[in-house]
C-alpha cells in the first residue's frame, strides 16, 4: 500500500469512533426522549441516513484504498481517485446531519445539497477507480 493511501486509510480509521459516538448519541435522544429527535419524523430520518452513510463509507473507502494502488492509473489520477472516495462519507453524513440541526427543523436547509455533492464525488471516484482496474 502506498504512503498516500495508508495515511488516508489512517485518517478514515481515526474517524470510527466518531461514527460510533454519533451511534451512541442517538440511541441517547431515543432512550432519554430528548425533543426534536423522536418527535420529529424528518430529523429522525436524516440523521439515521447520516449515521448509516457514514459508517458505510468509511468502511467502502477502506477497501478501495486497496485497490486504488494497484491500478494502472497515474499518480495524479489515483490521488484524485482517492480524494473523491474518501470525501464521501464526509460530505454525504455532513449534509443529513447539518440540514436539518435545529430540533425544529421539518424541511432540510440547503446543506443537504452535500449529500449530492457527495455522491458525485463517491461516483466520480468509483467510476475512475473501475476504469483503472479495468
Do not use: C
Amino acid at each position: 500500500m502506498s504512503p498516500s493511501s495508508l495515511s488516508t486509510a489512517g485518517v478514515l480509521l481515526i474517524t470510527v469512533p466518531a461514527v460510533a459516538f454519533g451511534g451512541l448519541s442517538l440511541l441517547a435522544h431515543i432512550m432519554r426522549d430528548i425533543p426534536g429527535y423522536l418527535d420529529n419524523p424528518v430529523r429522525r430520518g436524516l440523521w439515521r441516513a447520516g449515521h448509516a452513510h457514514a459508517g458505510v463509507l468509511v468502511l467502502f473507502a477502506l477497501v478501495a484504498l486497496l485497490y486504488i494502488d494497484q491500478t494502472d492509473l497515474s499518480e495524479g489520477m489515483k490521488s484524485l481517485t482517492r480524494t473523491l472516495i474518501v470525501a464521501a462519507p464526509i460530505l454525504m453524513p455532513l449534509g443529513f446531519f447539518l440540514s436539518v440541526v435545529r430540533p425544529s427543523d421539518t424541511r432540510p436547509s440547503k446543506l443537504i445539497w452535500l449529500v449530492a455533492l457527495g455522491g458525485l464525488s463517491l461516483g466520480a471516484g468509483t467510476l475512475s477507480l473501475g476504469i483503472g482496474l479495468v
